[in-house]
């Protein structure tokens, strides 16, 4: 999305306020407030992308090595996951918000592209910065003045540069999950999909990404297990935690170990979120062994099976 936005000129006495507000405080609502907004918008909007990346299968790491057709889906699964985020139905466009038809429209570049049947008619504008990590809701009504006075193939035209200004943000330039693989260099994420079994793959994966935080996406995704939870956890001197302490590296878990991970300074992590680290100073060790983490063997008391993960 572009650096610099206009200001909005959405407010009281704007033709446009009245109704787009309107639609903006049914979608608030329908997603559990501004607070749950501002988490689940991002999270679905990470999802879709990596699920059409793929990385574990394809070893694709980026949206940029996407072929043509499978960046055109991503469009229309976000179009069906926000649908269903919000629980609204289909429409005689993409979707029907306080009866009135409403079109959703997708980019992960600098702009959007209306279609001739939208035109006049209120869209919801979607957008991901993956480069910046940051994405962008939005409602507008797509009136012919907004809009450039060229046209692709298709008819469809986009925002005439002026055509920002009448945009309503409910989410600009928010931050919203990184890609986890876009910045591993070709040759870490080879190394870690190396494995051939589960326990293997998970090990590779905290051995080469050291204290940055992990989720459980990931971890499902390097498992490729029905019960990739298993293979994070002691597994009678198996498991990755096992693997991983014999060779003085602690995995943490954001639930469990929330108090070490605070203490040895390690980045913040959720209750489904894991981290790796090599304690170097003699402190950080003694501080692990506290909490029960025996580097150099694989004695430790395991955690309870953590439910809800």
């Not at 939870?229 to 498991?239: C, E, F, L, N």
């Not at 430790?300 to 439910?307: K, V």
Request: glycine content about 8%.
């Amino acid at each position: 999305m572009k650096r610099s936005l206009p200001d909005s000129l959405l407010r009281e006495g704007h033709p446009d306020h009245a109704l787009l507000a309107l639609l903006a405080a049914e979608i608030t609502r329908r997603s559990g407030g501004p607070a749950a907004l501002a988490q689940r918008f991002p999270a679905m909007l990470r999802q879709c992308i990596d699920d059409v990346i793929m990385t574990p299968k394809t070893g694709r790491r980026a949206y940029e090595e996407l072929e043509k057709t499978e960046k055109t889906y991503i469009g229309t699964r976000v179009e069906i996951e926000l649908r269903a985020m919000l629980d609204l139905p289909k429409g005689r466009l993409d979707t029907l918000i306080l009866g009135r038809d409403v079109d959703i429209k997708n980019t992960m570049g600098n702009n959007w592209m209306i279609p001739t049947e939208a035109v006049d008619q209120p869209c919801i504008l979607v957008a991901a910065d993956e480069a910046r990590a940051c994405c962008y809701l939005g409602l507008i009504v797509a009136r012919p003045e907004y809009l450039t006075a060229g046209q692709n193939k298709d008819a469809k035209k986009s925002l005439a540069a002026g055509g920002f200004a009448h945009i309503l943000w409910l989410l600009r330039d928010h931050p919203y999950p990184a890609n986890f693989w876009r910045n591993l260099a070709p040759e870490v994420v080879a190394r870690i999909f190396a494995g051939k079994s589960g326990n293997q793959r998970m090990a590779n994966l905290f051995r080469e990404v050291q204290d940055r935080r992990v989720t459980r996406d990931v971890v499902a995704a390097v498992a490729r297990q029905q019960d990739f939870m298993r293979r994070i956890r002691s597994d009678q001197g198996r498991g990755s935690r096992d693997l991983l302490a014999r060779e003085g590296i602690l995995l943490l878990c954001g639930h469990y170990d929330a108090d070490l991970i605070k203490s040895l300074g390690l980045p913040h992590c959720g209750p489904s979120d894991f981290i790796s680290h090599r304690p170097r100073a003699g402190n950080a060790v003694e501080l692990a062994a506290e909490h029960g983490f025996l580097l150099g063997s694989a004695e430790r008391e395991e955690a309870p099976n953590l439910p809800g993960f």
